[in-house]
């Protein structure tokens, strides 16, 4: 099957932890993306990637960290500096030119600070 | 930096009203993308525009982009309720923002029978 996976579903942390949200794609897109999502608010862009080994911040990147290398591969580390965690991660992954640029999403992890 | 903003935020409807959500980019867009998200799932992609003033249509659903491409909306004639859910704007800046996809606030529909 073709898609985007993340993992794990729903994640618990302790605070002062840091925790790695898993994002992995065998649709071959260059481009990435990480967003999170607050209860009844829409996406905001935390880190994307256009290409294997670089990546930029996007509007929310405080408090998180992020690698690429492997193109297939995005992993989120949430870090114990991000003030509030808790929220909805979606990766999403997209060619980056061509008629066909629309983002694939994950299913998602719920990150639950306890 | 690039602000792309939906009103409404909420709206609820009867069941076959028709609904409309508005999409306002503070940049000039390459292109529009719209994605619907269902409750508790993940955006799932409907439909990309390209051109000045393209105006699109899947079934009950019709997509506007603006003439200046900064804005776009997105109509739905007599609602389901399987229309259900939050539908976001997203779009990439025409200059200088590489592949950076920034999304709308999102409207949330509720439909009532």
């Known amino acids: 099957d073709g898609g985007i996976t993340q993992s794990p579903k729903y994640l618990f942390r302790k605070e002062g932890q840091n925790v790695t949200l898993s994002c992995e794609q065998n649709l071959n897109h260059d481009a990435m993306y990480w967003y999170r999502q607050d209860p009844g608010q829409g996406l905001r862009l935390i880190y994307y990637s256009q290409i294997v080994n670089d990546f930029q911040k996007g509007d929310i990147a405080e408090g998180y960290s992020v690698s690429r290398e492997k193109k297939e591969s995005f992993p989120l580390t949430v870090t114990s500096a991000q003030k509030n965690p808790t929220a909805f991660y979606l990766c999403a992954s997209s060619n980056t030119g061509g008629a066909n640029t629309e983002a694939f999403f994950g299913q998602g992890t719920r990150l639950t600070v306890v | 930096g690039q602000q792309v903003m939906q009103i409404p935020q909420y709206q609820h409807v009867q069941e076959g009203e028709d609904f409309t959500t508005y999409c306002n980019s503070s940049t000039t867009l390459s292109n529009i993308q719209w994605y619907k998200q269902r409750p508790g799932g993940h955006p799932v992609f409907l439909i990309q525009?390209?051109?000045?003033?393209e105006v699109k249509k899947q079934k009950r659903l019709t997509f506007q982009f603006g003439e200046a491409k900064k804005n776009s909306s997105l109509h739905i004639t007599a609602t389901q309720t399987t229309d259900v859910g939050t539908y976001f704007c997203a779009g990439r800046r025409l200059t200088g923002g590489g592949n950076k996809l920034t999304f709308g606030t999102g409207t949330q529909l509720k439909v009532e029978l």
């Open positions: 525009l390209v051109k000045s003033g």
